[in-house]
C-alpha cells in the first residue's frame, strides 16, 4: 500500500509538471501572436540577434527544466546540465551544420523525378541528415559527462542528451528566425516552430539517451554494449529522419506552401514523442539505484 500511494503521488506531480509545461509552451505562442496583433505585424519580420535568442531559449529553458525535474532520486548538477546544453548549441549544432554543408549538400523538395518520399531523399534525410545531426548530439554527451561519476543511473541518459538535444534546437531556432527576413514565414508561425523543433529535437535525444543509460549500466558484455549505443544512434536518426520528411511535405504539398499544417504534424509528432519518452523515463525512475523503494 505505501509503494502505490508513493507511485500515485508522484503520478499526480508528474501529470501537474506536464500540464504546467504544454500551458507555458502553448502560453509563449499566444503570447507572440498577440504581440503580433496588436503591433499589427502582418507579414515576416527581421528579428535583432538578441531577440531571436531570447525567442528561442523560452521554449528550451521550460522543456530543459520540466525534464530535470523528473530526475528527483539523484538530480544532476545543475551546471553540468547547462554545460551540456551550451555544448549542444555552440558544438553540436554548428559542427552538424558544417558536416552537411560541406560533405551533403542539402535535397531541395522540388527535384524532377525526385518524389518526397523516393528511396534517395529518404536516405538523404535519415543516414545524411539525421545520421549527422544525432551523432553530433551523441558526441558532446558520449565523450564528456557519460564518462563521469556523476552519470551514475539509467536516467541521466535522458537528462543530459535531453540537454544536448534542446541546446541543439536552440542553434537550429535561432538560425531559422533569423532567416525570417526573407519573408516567407509570421512570426507566429515562426514561435510555433520553435516550440515544436525544441520538442522533436530533445525527444530524439531523449531516446537515444534512454538507450545510452540502458547501455551503460547493463551487464553485458562491452561489445553488446556498443551494439545497442549504435541501434540508439539510427533510432535517433531514423526519427529525425522522419520528421523531417513529412513535416516538409505537409507544408509544401501542391503549389501552395501551408506552414501551419507542418506545425500541427510537428506538433502531434512531438507530443507522441513527449509520452513516449516519460514513459520510458517512469521506468528508469522505477529501475534507479537511488529509488527509496528499492533501497528499502
Not at 25 to 38: C, D, G, H, K, P
Request: hydrophobic share 55%.
Amino acid at each position: 500500500m505505501r509503494f502505490q500511494g508513493w507511485s500515485l503521488r508522484r503520478a499526480r506531480l508528474l501529470a501537474g509538471t506536464n500540464l504546467i509545461l504544454v500551458a507555458g509552451l502553448v502560453a509563449f505562442v499566444a503570447l507572440i501572436w498577440v504581440i503580433e496583433q496588436v503591433a499589427g505585424i502582418h507579414g515576416a519580420v527581421s528579428l535583432s540577434a538578441p531577440l531571436a535568442i531570447v525567442v528561442a531559449g523560452i521554449p528550451a529553458a521550460l522543456w530543459l527544466g520540466f525534464f530535470y525535474l523528473q530526475d528527483r532520486h539523484e538530480p544532476e548538477p545543475k551546471e553540468l546540465v547547462l554545460g551540456v546544453f551550451a555544448l549542444g548549441a555552440l558544438i553540436a549544432g554548428p559542427f552538424a551544420d558544417f558536416l552537411l554543408r560541406w560533405l551533403a549538400p542539402t535535397l531541395p523538395l522540388q527535384v524532377e523525378g525526385l518524389s518526397a518520399f523516393s528511396l534517395d531523399r529518404i536516405i538523404h534525410a535519415v543516414l545524411v541528415v539525421g545520421l549527422a545531426q544525432e551523432l553530433c548530439k551523441y558526441v558532446v554527451v558520449r565523450y564528456t559527462i557519460y564518462t563521469s561519476r556523476e552519470f551514475d543511473e539509467p536516467m541521466d541518459g535522458v537528462v543530459y542528451m535531453m540537454a544536448a538535444g534542446t541546446g541543439f534546437a536552440v542553434w537550429q531556432n535561432y538560425k531559422g528566425l533569423q532567416e525570417l527576413a526573407d519573408h516567407s514565414v509570421l512570426l507566429s508561425t515562426g514561435a510555433a516552430m520553435v516550440v515544436v523543433t525544441t520538442l522533436a529535437h530533445a525527444s530524439f535525444a531523449g531516446a537515444l539517451g534512454y538507450v545510452m543509460g540502458r547501455a551503460k549500466f547493463s551487464p553485458r558484455p562491452p561489445a553488446v554494449r556498443a551494439v545497442l549505443l549504435g541501434l540508439g544512434l539510427l533510432l535517433a536518426a531514423l526519427l529525425n529522419g522522419q520528421f523531417a520528411l513529412f513535416e516538409s511535405w505537409i507544408s509544401s504539398t501542391g503549389l501552395e506552401h501551408h506552414p501551419w499544417k507542418s506545425v500541427g504534424y510537428a506538433a502531434v509528432f512531438a507530443e507522441v514523442m513527449f509520452l513516449l519518452l516519460m514513459l520510458a523515463s517512469r521506468r528508469l525512475m522505477r529501475d534507479s539505484p537511488f529509488n527509496p523503494e528499492r533501497l528499502r
